[in-house]
């Protein structure tokens, strides 16, 4: 049996010492939501995520204030994008099962990539279509997008979504798949 823990905080995910000149950060606390998928209903298609797209939008619009005037990045400027989504850890993950401070089990800190739903590519979509108008004009200009899927270790370990928005020039380096 590996004794390891892994305790992953956001310093351990985030490299700050290539920091580009436009980097634009958002922490937005609670549970990641999913892009649902549009329902027919009366006769006509309702998208049911447009309520909590525009909370998302809201808490962006507090912390890049910016965006609020105009897009953040012109329709001619590449994007890339780092996101990730801290999902709320089970309350049978604390000691007692109950939620609080310092009660998260030793073994739960171990299980840090969950494999439940909602699925990665509900949540990016979710994302995307929340700040599209707000830090890009078209999600055509995203040309490089990082996900990851993590249990939250944080705090009560209640989730969150954190979203780097970084602009993309010569320096940036792709990595090619083999």
Not at 27 to 41: D, E, H, V, W
Not at 53 to 76: E, T, Y
Not at 152 to 158: A, H, M, Q, S, T
Request: glycine fraction near 4%; aromatic fraction near 8%; hydrophobic fraction near 40%.
């Amino acid at each position: 049996m590996n004794n390891n823990i892994v305790d992953l905080t956001l310093n351990d995910v985030v490299d700050l010492t290539t920091t580009p000149s436009r980097l634009y950060k958002a922490i937005i606390p609670g549970p990641p939501t999913p892009l649902s998928r549009a329902k027919f209903l009366r006769g006509r298609y309702v998208n049911l995520s447009k309520p909590k797209m525009r909370q998302f939008a809201a808490a962006i619009k507090q912390q890049i204030p910016q965006c609020a005037v105009a897009p953040l990045f012109a329709r001619d400027e590449p994007v890339e994008i780092c996101i990730w989504f801290l999902l709320p850890r089970p309350v049978r993950h604390f000691e007692g099962n109950r939620r609080a401070l310092g009660r998260l089990k030793e073994s739960a800190k171990r299980l840090l990539f969950p494999f439940v739903r909602p699925d990665l590519d509900n949540l990016i979509k979710f994302v995307l279509d929340s700040v599209g108008g707000l830090v890009f004009v078209d999600d055509s200009q995203v040309v490089k997008l990082t996900a990851c899927k993590i249990r939250d270790n944080e705090g009560l370990c209640e989730g969150a979504t954190i979203v780097h928005f970084k602009e993309v020039n010569e320096t940036t380096i792709v990595d090619k798949p083999n």
